[in-house]
């Protein structure tokens, strides 16, 4: 596999007090098989597709961060330490300084200044994500941010991307829509969205991952069955019909259906 290239997202993972019971809620949810834990990396465990591909993993939570479960986003540099450097000097905060991780590649855990906590994975053997953008892998995040002024600054600069802003639509009272979208090569990589009053203050900013799936709605009813709680949705877009979750240890994820496309592809402004 090549190399990714630097600041697309790579890998994702969870930590669960209750890996067990994590494992058992998406693998009924999303489809996924387990492999074996490796012990020595903390009882690390990959996550695998219907294929049989690498989509993610689970991990018990470090001493001191029980009861904190989360999704993290990884984003790939080719000199971990270098991006480490980068994210300082942005006014961002390491939370784990550059570590090996045998011979799979080299991590850094981050925050920006607003409080989204992010990875950064240099890789060895471990490339990352197996597949995307098909049923049961990752497709797509989103940084939620109560300072989206400090988190535009904060990712460009760590990563080389361009930045486009989605035009508001007279018609429908958007003029004032603040959405951006991080690319590279002009590919939409990332997106960015204010959190408003809707979230409680409780709701930390973070990254949105978001998994496909092949029924948003048949998801959707797995997951709530399972003692997931449904946070918005399920609702249409031109991307696809997708809704935001909680899983029942309160890891927040999305599922979208990207062939359930409904509207018009929104106008985009080049910011930079």
């Known amino acids: ?38 012990s020595e990396f903390g009882d690390y465990t990959e996550a695998y597709d219907a294929d049989g591909k690498a989509v993610a993993a689970v991990v018990p939570p470090m001493p001191g961060q029980e009861g904190h479960s989360a999704w993290n986003l990884y984003f790939a ?70 300072d989206p002024r400090k988190t535009d600054a904060f990712f460009p600069a760590v990563f080389p991307y361009g930045v486009q802003r989605i035009k508001g639509d007279a018609d429908t009272d958007d003029e004032e829509i603040d959405f951006k979208l991080f690319t590279l090569g002009g590919d939409a990589v990332l997106g960015r969205m204010v959190m408003g009053e809707e979230f409680p203050p409780e709701v930390p900013p973070h990254i949105q991952v978001f998994f496909a799936v092949g029924d ?51 106008e985009l402004t080049v910011e930079k």
């Open 77 to 146: 540099s080719p000199d971990a330490a270098a991006t480490a450097a980068k994210i300082r000097a942005s006014g961002g905060e390491l939370l784990m300084d550059p570590m090996t991780v045998g011979d799979f590649g080299t991590m850094v855990l981050a925050r920006d200044p607003s409080g989204v906590t992010f990875g950064v994975w240099q890789a060895g053997t471990h490339e990352g994500f197996g597949k995307r953008g098909e049923a049961g892998a990752y497709c797509w995040a989103e940084v939620f941010t109560r």
């Open 216 to 266: 948003c709605d048949a998801t959707v009813a797995k997951a709530t069955e399972r003692g997931g709680d449904l946070k918005f949705g399920p609702m249409d877009s031109p991307f696809g019909r997708f809704a935001a979750l909680t899983d029942p240890q309160g890891a927040s994820f999305a599922v979208i259906d990207l062939s359930a496309t409904t509207g018009k592809m929104p």
């Open 1 to 38: 596999m090549a190399a990714q290239a630097e600041g697309m997202p790579c890998w994702a993972d969870a930590m669960f007090t209750d890996v067990e019971a994590a494992k058992d809620f998406y693998g009924d949810v999303l489809g996924w098989t387990f492999g074996e834990s490796a």
